[in-house]
């Protein structure tokens, strides 16, 4: 086997290795990020991103915005989370804010483009509680 060959095979070997290290860190961030969040129902999964403390879904619903936007003002108290912002913007798009203890989430949902329904993000972020209460 020639040397070559054999630094290409533990290249992709180590790029595979940190690319699956990758997909589960950004997991692990995505599910302590969105833990305790609720979907509304019958909502459809887009894609999910994760960065180093932030995750963000976004999904659809067959259902109106003002319909979902409902649902999302009523169960988040329910759930524990204070809402702190709800706006909506002139083209339709109704934005919330809510946190539940320092734990932030934002939600933003529009028309869906080309079908009836709703499109819509959930971003949230993990609090690391040794930083948030370090400024008291």
């Known amino acids: ?48 991103t994760a960065g180093s403390d932030a995750g963000q879904l976004e999904l659809t ?15 988040l108290p329910m759930n524990g989370w204070t809402l702190q912002s709800d706006a909506r913007a002139a083209d339709g798009t109704v ?3 809510a946190q539940k203890g320092t734990k932030p989430l ?4 529009k028309p869906s483009v080309g079908a009836p329904g709703t499109t819509y993000t ?7 509680s040794t930083k948030a209460d370090s400024g008291r």
């Open 106 to 109: 934002w939600i933003s949902l």
């Open 1 to 48: 086997m020639s040397r070559s060959l054999v630094v290409l095979i533990v290249l992709t070997s180590a790029v595979g290795a940190c690319e699956r290290h990758d997909q589960a860190a950004s997991r692990a961030v995505l599910r302590e990020a969105m833990h305790g969040v609720l979907a509304y129902p019958r909502s459809t999964l887009v894609s999910m």
């Open 122 to 128: 959930m971003i949230g972020a993990t609090v690391d």
């Open 61 to 75: 619903s067959p259902d109106a915005v003002n319909t979902v936007a409902a649902w999302f003002r009523l169960a």
């Open 95 to 97: 934005s919330i804010y």
